[in-house]
């Protein structure tokens, strides 16, 4: 029974009592008389039952209403009062600022947010309305940057002020005739996408090719710069100067480079030049499974890692040098300088020491 429930003090069973036999349809006179209690209280009881039992039945966040990771009361005061002081400041500022005392900009933010601090801008609104040219006036400029296109934007603002009134910046006017040559003009072709490239491993691929800027002091002639780049390393596995270069002299730089670190490439990139060309280079490539790329037509970027090597080769070990003679360079090449520091990079590298 509800009168002797535990849960209900005895002063109080008759109310509810009474309560629920308004909730179960009974009339209001008969309970007020039963229970002796007036209508005014009865409405009042039963008001407060049916308010109780909306608030119960409610549907509540679960976990504490309070986070436990908030901002202490100490703490929201001094960010608030950092928040009062630097008014245009972001919330990642104050924090970077003073990173010791404050926290996280987000929790900044949501300071902000509950008290009602608004960042203020940083630039101060303007105090007046930009001004913009009438369509008869636009007329005018646009007529006169067609027919006087030679003047500077420095004197066509002077002409439009002192001849037709018009107020105008050199800088929109300069704005305005950029706008109109590019209307004008054909548009500028894309830029080329380049697209890098670097093999996982040593020996995955070759670069090849000659530098002719070596001209011979003795015999006044052409020397011919071979080098054989490793694209992992870049690194020189070999180099070595000719006078008459073919595709037998490329074959035997390749048959040195491989008996020199025993190894065979997966790949050789050269240009199109004669010397890397023909059906003897071919077979031998076929022959050993090594495959032979050559590069686009009048595209030195394919090879563009041999041909800023050869810039700091002639830069670095030809410049040196009062006179080219063959056979000087010849034997100074390959072991003292290029070659040389070439593979002790090429060592460090591919021993992951760099």
């Keep these: 029974m509800i009168g002797s429930s535990p849960l209900i003090p005895g002063s109080h069973a008759q109310r509810?009592?009474?309560?629920?036999?308004?909730?179960?349809?009974?009339?209001?006179?008969?309970?007020?008389?039963q229970y002796q209690l007036s209508r005014s209280a009865l409405y009042k009881f039963r008001k407060r039952a049916l308010g109780a039992m909306h608030e119960a039945l409610l549907d509540?966040?679960?976990?504490?209403?309070?986070p436990h990771n908030r901002v202490a009361s100490d703490m929201?005061?001094?960010?608030?009062?950092?928040?009062?002081?630097?008014?245009?400041?972001?919330?990642?500022t104050l924090h970077r600022r003073y990173s010791q005392q404050t926290p996280c900009p987000r929790t900044i933010q949501r300071?902000?947010?509950?008290?009602?601090?608004?960042?203020?801008?940083?630039?101060?609104?303007?105090?007046r309305k930009r001004r913009t040219l009438t369509p008869a006036e636009r007329k005018k400029v646009s007529a006169i940057i067609t027919e006087k296109s030679y003047l500077g934007p420095q004197r066509m603002a002077w002409d439009l002020q002192n001849g037709d009134q018009i107020t105008i910046s050199p800088s929109a006017l300069k704005r305005m005739k950029r706008k109109r040559r590019e209307a004008l003009l054909p548009p500028r072709p894309p830029l080329p996408l380049w697209r890098f490239y670097q093999r996982h491993h040593t020996h995955s691929l070759w670069h090849g090719d000659?530098?002719?800027?070596?001209?011979?002091?003795?015999?006044?002639?052409?020397?011919?710069?071979?080098?054989?780049?490793d694209d992992y390393s870049?690194?020189?596995v070999f180099c070595d100067l000719f006078l008459n270069p073919?595709?037998?002299?490329?074959?035997?730089?390749?048959?040195?480079?491989?008996?020199?670190?025993?190894?065979?490439?997966?790949?050789?990139?050269?240009?199109?030049?004669?010397?890397?060309?023909?059906?003897?280079?071919s077979a031998f490539c076929d022959q050993l499974g090594i495959r032979l790329i050559h590069a686009s037509v009048h595209h030195p970027q394919t090879n563009g890692k041999l041909e800023r090597a050869f810039r700091d080769d002639m830069r670095d070990f030809y410049r040196r040098y009062d006179e080219w003679l063959f056979d000087d360079l010849r034997k100074d090449l390959p072991a003292q300088n290029l070659a040389l520091s070439g593979r002790r990079r090429f060592l460090r590298r591919a021993n992951g020491l760099v």
């Design 16 to 33: 509810v009592q009474a309560v629920l036999a308004l909730f179960r349809g009974e009339h209001v006179d008969e309970v007020s008389e």
């Design 60 to 66: 509540h966040r679960p976990g504490p209403r309070r």
């Design 76 to 92: 929201e005061v001094q960010v608030l009062a950092l928040c009062q002081r630097h008014p245009t400041w972001s919330s990642s």
């Design 210 to 229: 000659f530098m002719e800027k070596v001209t011979l002091t003795d015999i006044d002639q052409t020397a011919y710069h071979l080098a054989l780049q």
């Design 246 to 281: 073919d595709a037998r002299t490329t074959i035997r730089a390749m048959i040195a480079a491989m008996r020199t670190w025993r190894v065979i490439p997966k790949a050789v990139v050269f240009d199109n030049g004669s010397p890397f060309k023909g059906r003897l280079l």
């Design 111 to 127: 300071i902000r947010a509950r008290h009602g601090l608004v960042r203020a801008p940083k630039r101060v609104p303007a105090m």
């Design 234 to 236: 870049r690194g020189y």
